[in-house]
């Protein structure tokens, strides 16, 4: 991204520049210049200056809405760098007593469940003190249950039995509506005139009860760049554990690897548990996973990870093309959020496709219906 000269002073001097070089901050520099004032101001404020005292003498403002200490959290790790948002936010806690911010019930009784709200929370564990943990682990619960109850619909409806498109149903769901027969099934009706189809017959297709008898591998890295695909790989296994006919496995891994099969029951204690960061070893990780196949062409592996090996990529081509000989399903989902984008290592990605790996961003509704399909 290229600044002005003025945009880059005005970014280094802070909101007391403004009167010099104007209001020449927008869009993403906006905010990290909202995100850094909300800090530091309170340096100014130690010593008995009030940055806010000229815009306090106006008669009206624009500014935008007051930033909260959990907004700015979450604005930390979208705006920054990873290594630049965990210095700011330890200089947060450790010199300017940020955590005081949230000791009070009422602030994070405010907020809105979400992924980024909890994946803030996480960040705040290790470093509240006692009585603020536990009102952290109550919102986050509140946070992983909202999360769960949406995700579960979207599991158990991709679950429920993929669509028979040879068959038609009585059933006229939207989830079974066949878009392209009943386009067919009405060009005879279409209006030259006002340029549309009349669709006077929908078409629906029926569903296949099928019988579910699979193993699914979630073998997921945990450092900083991959907080919201954990989030939901996490969740989404202690969903899946609880459909009938699959068993679940869940790795977790950076330069280490960490077996979390066992505490699918509670995700939020699993998440909570989790210590982020680290470096990469996918094919470590990779190798213990072929470990935990039994039948190789009931298994579903699912490598959720930017793909950006800390290591020799031979050992996790190795294991990649030994999966693959022995016909396990591979997924390799290099971003698993509510957006489905992500920054990952195309390149490599591109080498594990070769080798029979699917590769794809996706969001949790869209990983469900892949799942369902893989599964058929």
Request: net charge positive.
């Amino acid at each position: 991204m290229s600044r002005t000269t003025a945009e880059r002073w005005r970014l280094l001097l802070g909101r007391h520049a403004e009167t010099a070089l104007g209001a020449c901050l927008g869009g993403a520099d906006g905010r990290r210049d909202q995100a850094l004032d909300f800090l530091y101001s309170r340096e100014y404020r130690a010593r008995g200056i009030d940055p806010g005292q000229r815009r306090h003498k106006r008669d009206g403002s624009a500014d935008p809405t007051q930033m909260k200490a959990i907004d700015w959290l979450g604005e930390m790790r979208a705006l920054f760098p990873e290594t630049v948002a965990e210095r700011l936010t330890e200089e947060a806690v450790s010199r300017y007593g940020l955590t005081d911010l949230l000791s009070d019930p009422r602030v994070l009784e405010d907020l809105t469940p979400s992924p980024g709200l909890l994946r803030s929370l996480m960040s705040l564990q290790g470093r509240a003190d006692p009585a603020l943990k536990a009102e952290i682990r109550r919102i986050a619960d509140r946070v992983v249950q909202e999360i769960m109850e949406k995700l579960r619909v979207a599991l158990q409806r991709a679950m429920s039995g993929r669509r028979n498109r040879h068959a038609r149903s009585p059933h006229k769901a939207a989830a079974n509506f066949d878009a392209r027969a009943t386009i067919r099934a009405n060009l005879a009706h279409w209006d030259s005139t006002r340029q549309v189809l009349i669709a006077e017959r929908l078409r629906f297709n029926s569903r296949q009860t099928r019988r579910l008898d699979w193993t699914v591998i979630l073998c997921v890295d945990q450092s900083g760049s991959m907080t919201d695909s954990l989030i939901f790989s996490a969740l989404m296994a202690a969903i899946l554990s609880g459909l009938p006919g699959i068993r679940v496995k869940m790795v977790l891994f950076d330069t280490s690897v960490l077996d979390v099969t066992d505490r699918l029951d509670d995700p939020l204690e699993l998440l909570l548990s989790v210590q982020l960061g680290g470096g990469t070893d996918i094919g470590k990780a990779l190798t213990y996973c072929e470990g935990l196949v039994e039948a190789p062409t009931r298994t579903v592996l699912a490598l959720v990870s930017d793909f950006c090996e800390g290591v020799s990529p031979r050992r996790m081509l190795a294991s990649v093309a030994r999966l693959q000989g022995a016909r396990v399903r591979m997924l390799g989902i290099a971003a698993l959020d509510d957006s489905g984008r992500a920054d990952y290592d195309r390149r490599m990605a591109g080498e594990l496709a070769a080798l029979g790996m699917s590769v794809a961003t996706l969001t949790p509704d869209a990983f469900a219906d892949w799942l369902a399909e893989v599964m058929a």
